[in-house]
Protein backbone atom coordinates (compact mmCIF):
# COMPACT_ATOMS: atom_id res chain seq x y z
CA UNK A 1 0.00 0.00 0.00
CA UNK A 2 2.97 2.27 0.19
CA UNK A 3 3.00 2.79 3.42
CA UNK A 4 4.19 1.46 6.82
CA UNK A 5 1.73 -0.25 9.57
CA UNK A 6 2.08 -1.64 12.95
CA UNK A 7 -0.01 -3.81 14.82
CA UNK A 8 0.27 -4.03 18.98
CA UNK A 9 -1.23 -6.66 21.23
CA UNK A 10 -0.62 -7.39 24.91
CA UNK A 11 2.37 -9.63 24.94
CA UNK A 12 1.38 -13.35 23.60
CA UNK A 13 3.12 -16.52 22.84
CA UNK A 14 5.45 -17.13 19.61
CA UNK A 15 2.26 -19.36 17.99
CA UNK A 16 0.01 -16.32 18.40
CA UNK A 17 2.40 -14.21 16.91
CA UNK A 18 2.58 -16.04 13.69
CA UNK A 19 -1.07 -16.41 13.56
CA UNK A 20 -1.26 -12.58 14.16
CA UNK A 21 1.20 -12.14 11.55
CA UNK A 22 -0.41 -14.30 8.89
CA UNK A 23 -3.95 -12.48 9.57
CA UNK A 24 -2.33 -8.94 9.22
CA UNK A 25 -0.69 -10.01 5.92
CA UNK A 26 -3.60 -11.25 4.62
CA UNK A 27 -5.89 -8.25 5.09
CA UNK A 28 -3.21 -5.94 3.74
CA UNK A 29 -2.52 -8.29 0.96
CA UNK A 30 -6.28 -8.46 0.06
CA UNK A 31 -7.09 -4.71 0.12
CA UNK A 32 -3.57 -3.89 -1.90
CA UNK A 33 -4.52 -6.91 -4.44
CA UNK A 34 -7.96 -4.99 -5.16
CA UNK A 35 -7.40 -1.46 -4.50
CA UNK A 36 -3.96 -0.45 -5.53
CA UNK A 37 -3.79 1.84 -8.63
CA UNK A 38 -0.11 1.17 -8.96
CA UNK A 39 -0.91 -2.71 -9.23
CA UNK A 40 -1.77 -2.89 -13.20
CA UNK A 41 -3.99 -6.25 -12.05
CA UNK A 42 -5.48 -4.82 -9.41
CA UNK A 43 -9.21 -4.56 -9.43
CA UNK A 44 -9.81 -0.82 -9.22
CA UNK A 45 -6.89 -0.71 -12.31
CA UNK A 46 -8.84 -2.71 -14.44
CA UNK A 47 -12.12 -0.82 -13.39
CA UNK A 48 -9.96 2.54 -14.66
CA UNK A 49 -9.21 0.57 -17.55
CA UNK A 50 -12.67 -0.38 -18.65
CA UNK A 51 -13.68 2.41 -20.91
CA UNK A 52 -17.72 1.92 -21.26
CA UNK A 53 -20.87 2.83 -19.47
CA UNK A 54 -21.42 -1.69 -19.13
CA UNK A 55 -21.75 -2.38 -15.51
CA UNK A 56 -18.18 -3.78 -14.30
CA UNK A 57 -18.45 -6.71 -11.53
CA UNK A 58 -16.68 -6.13 -8.34
CA UNK A 59 -15.46 -8.31 -5.51
CA UNK A 60 -17.62 -7.89 -1.92
CA UNK A 61 -14.59 -5.44 -0.58
CA UNK A 62 -14.26 -3.07 -3.26
CA UNK A 63 -18.07 -2.56 -3.50
CA UNK A 64 -18.07 -1.41 -0.17
CA UNK A 65 -15.25 1.00 0.07
CA UNK A 66 -16.89 2.43 -3.15
CA UNK A 67 -19.92 2.55 -1.39
CA UNK A 68 -18.77 4.28 1.95
CA UNK A 69 -16.97 6.51 -0.59
CA UNK A 70 -20.31 7.53 -2.35
CA UNK A 71 -21.48 8.04 0.92
CA UNK A 72 -18.44 10.20 2.46
CA UNK A 73 -19.31 12.54 -0.99
CA UNK A 74 -22.88 12.97 -0.23
CA UNK A 75 -21.99 14.11 3.23
CA UNK A 76 -19.55 16.75 2.25
CA UNK A 77 -21.41 17.96 -0.70
CA UNK A 78 -18.20 16.31 -2.71
CA UNK A 79 -15.44 17.82 -0.90
CA UNK A 80 -14.29 14.13 -0.72
CA UNK A 81 -14.87 12.87 -4.14
CA UNK A 82 -12.51 9.09 -5.01
CA UNK A 83 -12.95 10.21 -8.60
CA UNK A 84 -10.31 13.06 -9.12
CA UNK A 85 -7.83 10.00 -10.02
CA UNK A 86 -6.83 11.41 -13.10
CA UNK A 87 -6.17 15.14 -11.41
CA UNK A 88 -4.10 13.27 -8.77
CA UNK A 89 -1.84 11.85 -11.69
CA UNK A 90 -2.21 15.52 -13.04
CA UNK A 91 -0.78 17.28 -10.35
CA UNK A 92 2.06 14.90 -9.63
CA UNK A 93 0.69 12.28 -6.96
CA UNK A 94 -0.27 9.43 -8.89
CA UNK A 95 1.19 6.44 -10.49
CA UNK A 96 1.47 8.06 -13.64
CA UNK A 97 2.13 11.32 -11.81
CA UNK A 98 3.19 14.41 -14.08
CA UNK A 99 6.53 16.40 -13.73
CA UNK A 100 5.10 19.96 -13.84
CA UNK A 101 1.92 21.98 -12.83
CA UNK A 102 -1.31 20.66 -15.43
CA UNK A 103 -2.81 23.48 -17.64
CA UNK A 104 -6.13 25.74 -17.01
CA UNK A 105 -7.31 23.51 -19.61
CA UNK A 106 -6.24 20.07 -18.79
CA UNK A 107 -7.71 21.23 -15.45
CA UNK A 108 -11.28 22.03 -16.62
CA UNK A 109 -11.41 18.68 -18.92
CA UNK A 110 -10.28 16.38 -16.20
CA UNK A 111 -12.91 18.05 -14.11
CA UNK A 112 -15.79 17.65 -16.65
CA UNK A 113 -14.58 13.61 -17.08
CA UNK A 114 -14.59 13.41 -13.05
CA UNK A 115 -17.29 13.71 -10.04
CA UNK A 116 -18.88 11.02 -7.90
CA UNK A 117 -22.49 11.04 -9.08
CA UNK A 118 -21.42 9.51 -11.94
CA UNK A 119 -20.03 6.27 -10.43
CA UNK A 120 -23.29 4.47 -10.35
CA UNK A 121 -23.82 1.27 -7.95
CA UNK A 122 -25.73 -1.42 -7.87
CA UNK A 123 -25.77 -3.59 -4.59
CA UNK A 124 -28.31 -6.01 -5.52
CA UNK A 125 -26.03 -6.49 -8.92
CA UNK A 126 -22.56 -5.96 -6.53
CA UNK A 127 -21.66 -4.00 -9.97
CA UNK A 128 -20.12 -0.32 -10.82
CA UNK A 129 -21.25 1.59 -14.11
CA UNK A 130 -19.64 4.98 -15.39
CA UNK A 131 -22.35 7.18 -16.45
CA UNK A 132 -18.89 8.72 -17.95
CA UNK A 133 -16.49 6.38 -19.74
CA UNK A 134 -13.33 8.15 -18.88
CA UNK A 135 -14.20 8.31 -15.10
CA UNK A 136 -11.17 6.47 -12.76
CA UNK A 137 -11.12 6.27 -9.24
CA UNK A 138 -8.19 6.82 -6.53
CA UNK A 139 -8.96 4.93 -3.09
CA UNK A 140 -6.13 6.14 -1.32
CA UNK A 141 -8.02 8.71 1.05
CA UNK A 142 -10.06 6.13 2.09
CA UNK A 143 -8.32 2.07 1.78
CA UNK A 144 -6.22 2.48 4.50
CA UNK A 145 -8.88 3.23 6.82
CA UNK A 146 -10.36 0.40 5.38
CA UNK A 147 -7.29 -1.77 5.83
CA UNK A 148 -7.65 -1.10 9.41
CA UNK A 149 -10.92 -1.75 9.99
CA UNK A 150 -10.43 -5.13 8.57
CA UNK A 151 -7.73 -6.43 10.42
CA UNK A 152 -9.18 -4.80 13.75
CA UNK A 153 -12.25 -7.19 12.81
CA UNK A 154 -10.16 -10.21 11.64
CA UNK A 155 -7.80 -9.71 15.38
CA UNK A 156 -11.31 -10.07 16.97
CA UNK A 157 -12.62 -12.80 15.40
CA UNK A 158 -9.65 -14.83 16.47
CA UNK A 159 -10.24 -13.60 19.81
CA UNK A 160 -7.42 -10.49 20.63
CA UNK A 161 -10.15 -8.19 21.35
CA UNK A 162 -7.39 -5.52 23.24
CA UNK A 163 -5.19 -4.53 19.96
CA UNK A 164 -4.23 -0.95 18.26
CA UNK A 165 -4.02 -1.22 14.55
CA UNK A 166 -1.87 1.30 12.56
CA UNK A 167 -1.68 1.64 8.85
CA UNK A 168 0.02 4.65 7.40
CA UNK A 169 -0.90 6.70 9.89
CA UNK A 170 -5.14 5.96 10.40
CA UNK A 171 -5.56 3.89 13.21
CA UNK A 172 -8.15 1.81 15.66
CA UNK A 173 -7.86 1.18 19.35
CA UNK A 174 -9.83 -1.50 20.84
CA UNK A 175 -9.67 -2.38 24.66
CA UNK A 176 -6.82 -1.51 26.51
CA UNK A 177 -2.90 -1.03 26.39
CA UNK A 178 -0.55 -3.96 27.53
CA UNK A 179 -1.08 -1.65 30.85
CA UNK A 180 -4.69 -2.42 31.38
CA UNK A 181 -4.94 1.46 30.27
CA UNK A 182 -6.80 3.26 27.93
CA UNK A 183 -4.50 3.45 24.44
CA UNK A 184 -1.96 6.54 24.11
CA UNK A 185 -1.97 7.85 20.39
CA UNK A 186 -0.04 11.05 19.31
CA UNK A 187 -1.62 13.89 16.97
CA UNK A 188 1.68 14.97 14.85
CA UNK A 189 2.11 18.44 14.74
CA UNK A 190 2.37 20.08 11.12
CA UNK A 191 5.83 20.39 10.85
CA UNK A 192 8.28 19.99 7.78
CA UNK A 193 11.56 20.24 9.80
CA UNK A 194 11.00 17.24 12.33
CA UNK A 195 8.04 14.85 13.51
CA UNK A 196 6.79 16.78 16.47
CA UNK A 197 3.72 15.85 18.62
CA UNK A 198 0.73 18.37 19.03
CA UNK A 199 -0.90 16.19 21.81
CA UNK A 200 -1.63 13.15 23.08
CA UNK A 201 -4.98 10.96 22.51
CA UNK A 202 -6.05 8.69 25.19
CA UNK A 203 -8.77 6.35 23.53
CA UNK A 204 -10.55 2.77 23.43
CA UNK A 205 -12.98 1.37 21.52
CA UNK A 206 -12.48 4.39 18.55
CA UNK A 207 -11.07 4.98 15.21
CA UNK A 208 -8.74 7.96 14.67
CA UNK A 209 -7.89 9.35 11.61
CA UNK A 210 -5.56 12.10 10.30
CA UNK A 211 -4.79 14.45 7.06
CA UNK A 212 -1.83 16.82 6.55
CA UNK A 213 -0.71 18.86 4.08
CA UNK A 214 2.42 18.42 5.57
CA UNK A 215 4.45 15.39 4.62
CA UNK A 216 3.24 14.83 1.01
CA UNK A 217 3.54 18.01 -1.15
CA UNK A 218 5.27 19.13 -4.62
CA UNK A 219 7.03 22.38 -5.12
CA UNK A 220 6.74 24.23 -8.42
CA UNK A 221 7.39 27.92 -10.18
CA UNK A 222 7.82 28.77 -6.05
CA UNK A 223 4.47 27.32 -4.70
CA UNK A 224 4.22 24.36 -2.60
CA UNK A 225 0.88 21.91 -3.77
CA UNK A 226 -1.11 19.77 -1.66
CA UNK A 227 -1.42 16.27 -2.38
CA UNK A 228 -4.62 16.68 -1.34
CA UNK A 229 -7.16 17.86 -4.77
CA UNK A 230 -9.88 19.88 -4.16
CA UNK A 231 -12.68 17.78 -6.48
CA UNK A 232 -14.82 21.12 -6.81
CA UNK A 233 -11.69 23.07 -8.77
CA UNK A 234 -9.36 20.21 -9.68
CA UNK A 235 -6.37 21.84 -8.13
CA UNK A 236 -4.84 21.50 -4.43
CA UNK A 237 -6.75 22.51 -1.31
CA UNK A 238 -5.47 25.92 -0.22
CA UNK A 239 -7.37 26.09 2.62
CA UNK A 240 -5.26 26.62 6.29
CA UNK A 241 -6.09 23.70 7.41
CA UNK A 242 -2.70 22.05 7.99
CA UNK A 243 -4.23 18.91 9.68
CA UNK A 244 -7.60 17.49 10.10
CA UNK A 245 -8.24 14.68 12.67
CA UNK A 246 -11.76 12.79 13.14
CA UNK A 247 -12.66 10.10 15.77
CA UNK A 248 -15.29 8.08 15.18
CA UNK A 249 -16.61 4.30 15.37
CA UNK A 250 -14.84 3.18 11.87
CA UNK A 251 -11.58 4.17 10.88
CA UNK A 252 -13.08 4.10 6.95
CA UNK A 253 -15.51 6.86 7.85
CA UNK A 254 -12.97 8.93 9.49
CA UNK A 255 -10.31 8.25 6.78
CA UNK A 256 -12.99 10.16 4.47
CA UNK A 257 -13.52 12.68 6.56
CA UNK A 258 -10.07 13.92 7.40
CA UNK A 259 -9.83 14.36 3.80
CA UNK A 260 -12.68 16.24 3.41
CA UNK A 261 -11.80 19.02 6.20
CA UNK A 262 -8.54 19.88 4.67
CA UNK A 263 -10.31 21.00 1.52
CA UNK A 264 -13.22 22.57 3.23
CA UNK A 265 -11.35 24.43 5.20
CA UNK A 266 -12.19 25.03 9.06
CA UNK A 267 -15.41 27.28 8.98
CA UNK A 268 -17.50 24.88 6.54
CA UNK A 269 -14.98 21.72 7.98
CA UNK A 270 -16.09 22.62 11.46
CA UNK A 271 -20.24 23.42 10.18
CA UNK A 272 -19.70 19.61 8.76
CA UNK A 273 -18.75 17.91 11.73
CA UNK A 274 -21.12 19.76 13.77
CA UNK A 275 -23.79 18.59 11.39
CA UNK A 276 -22.49 15.16 11.14
CA UNK A 277 -21.87 14.76 14.91
CA UNK A 278 -18.38 14.31 14.44
CA UNK A 279 -15.08 14.43 16.80
CA UNK A 280 -12.95 16.55 15.06
CA UNK A 281 -10.09 18.63 15.68
CA UNK A 282 -8.35 21.16 13.04
CA UNK A 283 -4.94 22.41 13.45
CA UNK A 284 -4.60 25.50 11.26
CA UNK A 285 -1.90 27.93 10.09
CA UNK A 286 -2.42 31.28 12.04
CA UNK A 287 0.23 33.64 10.24
CA UNK A 288 3.70 32.22 8.83
CA UNK A 289 4.93 30.30 11.52
CA UNK A 290 2.45 29.78 14.07
CA UNK A 291 -0.60 27.18 14.46
CA UNK A 292 -3.92 27.07 16.55
CA UNK A 293 -6.27 24.42 17.66
CA UNK A 294 -10.06 24.29 17.01
CA UNK A 295 -12.57 21.34 17.67
CA UNK A 296 -15.44 20.37 17.02
CA UNK A 297 -18.43 20.49 20.55
CA UNK A 298 -18.17 16.32 19.85
CA UNK A 299 -14.63 16.00 20.47
CA UNK A 300 -14.80 18.20 23.83
CA UNK A 301 -17.34 16.27 24.70
CA UNK A 302 -15.18 13.40 23.82
CA UNK A 303 -12.34 14.05 25.28
CA UNK A 304 -13.84 15.87 28.58
CA UNK A 305 -14.89 11.68 29.53
CA UNK A 306 -10.66 11.11 29.26
CA UNK A 307 -11.55 8.46 26.58
CA UNK A 308 -14.17 7.45 24.00
Not at 52 to 72: G, K, Q, W
Not at 262 to 283: H, M, Q, T, Y
Request: hydrophobic fraction near 40%; glycine fraction near 8%.
Amino acid sequence: MGTSYRVTVPATSSSDESLLRAAVRAELELVDGLMSTYRPDSELSRLNRHRSSEPFHLSPPTFAVLAAARAASAATGGAFDVTVAPLVNAWGFGPAGATVPPSEELVASLLRDSGWAKLLLDPAAGTARKAEPRLQCDLSAIAKGYAVDRISAALEELGFSDHLVEVGGELRARGSNPEGQSWRVGIERPDTSGRLVQRILRIRDVAVATSGDYRNFREAGGERYSHVIDPRTGRPASSLVASATVLDASAIRADAFATALLVLGEDEGLALAERENLAVLLIVRNGENALRETTSSRFRATMSLGSP
